[in-house]
Antibody, heavy 123, light 107 residues
Framework: QVQLVQSGAEVKKPGASVKVSCKTS????????LNWVRQAPGQGLEWMGW????????NYAQNFQGRVTMTTDASTSTAYMELRSLTSDDTAVYYC????????????????WGQGTLVTVSS | DIQMTQSPSSLSASVGDRVTITCRAS??????LNWYQQKAGKAPKLLIY???SLQSGVPSRFSGSGSGTDFTLTISSLQPEDLATYYC?????????FGQGTKLEIK
């Protein structure tokens, strides 16, 4: 079955970088897009961006432009999200989510999710 | 960016009740609307896609409707395991925006 397994919790100091991994199994990473979504404590869901593991194309949310890099390694079926220049506002659970096109209009849906990675930014 | 607004932000209902959550988009998004369920401490789970299509494995008491700017998620007979926060999301354009969530409590 489809599984996305993320790396463990991280504690970082302000100004540092974090790199979260998302190891996929049960499907071909290059056949689907991969999104990253974050959730601050007690808050809603925020889309960070998308990567095509097939082409390497990316689409980042404006809020993260210049500070985020999403990559994939097809040889290990793993996706990565690196976020730089961390502040306390980046404290959140970070999720990877597989994008699947569904329905007659081939709409993008997030049909499988990782378990989440808590990133805490604190001095 | 397309803004997604859900109402109510929270609601409390009894087992067996019919529950409706609404989601409004700031511009027309056709039927590019998904609904997710998130239980405490867990990742979101896809319930409904393209406004009204039920994801495989999701109980039939969940249904969705709407098009354009106004959408609804309905639970026909609330069950205890439906305790969760529900989010709508538009997939019409990027950035893929979510509603702020509706927290559903069981009386």
């Amino acid at each position: 079955q489809v599984q996305l397994v993320q790396s463990g919790a991280e504690v970082k100091k302000p100004g540092a970088s974090v790199k979260v991994s998302c190891k996929t199994s049960g499907y071909s990473l290059t056949s689907f897009g991969l999104n990253w979504v974050r959730q601050a404590p007690g808050q809603g869901l925020e889309w960070m961006g998308w990567i095509s593991a097939y082409t390497g194309d990316t689409n980042y949310a404006q809020n993260f432009q210049g500070r985020v890099t999403m990559t994939t390694d097809a040889s290990t079926s793993t996706a990565y999200m690196e976020l730089r220049s961390l502040t306390s506002d980046d404290t959140a659970v970070y999720y990877c989510a597989r994008e699947r096109k569904m329905g007659l209009v081939a709409a993008a849906t997030y049909d499988s999710w990782g378990q989440g990675t808590l990133v805490t930014v604190s001095s | 960016d397309i803004q997604m607004t859900q109402s109510p932000s929270s609601l409390s209902a009894s087992v067996g009740d019919r529950v409706t959550i609404t989601c409004r988009a700031s511009q027309s998004i056709s039927i590019y609307l998904n609904w997710y369920q998130q239980k405490a401490g867990k990742a979101p789970k896809l319930l409904i896609y393209t406004a009204s299509s039920l994801q495989s494995g999701v109980p039939s008491r969940f249904s969705g409707s709407g098009s354009g700017t106004d959408f609804t998620l309905t639970i026909s007979s609330l069950q205890p395991e439906d305790l969760a926060t529900y989010y709508c999301q538009q997939s019409y354009s990027t950035p893929r925006t979510f509603g702020q969530g509706t927290k559903l409590e069981i009386k």
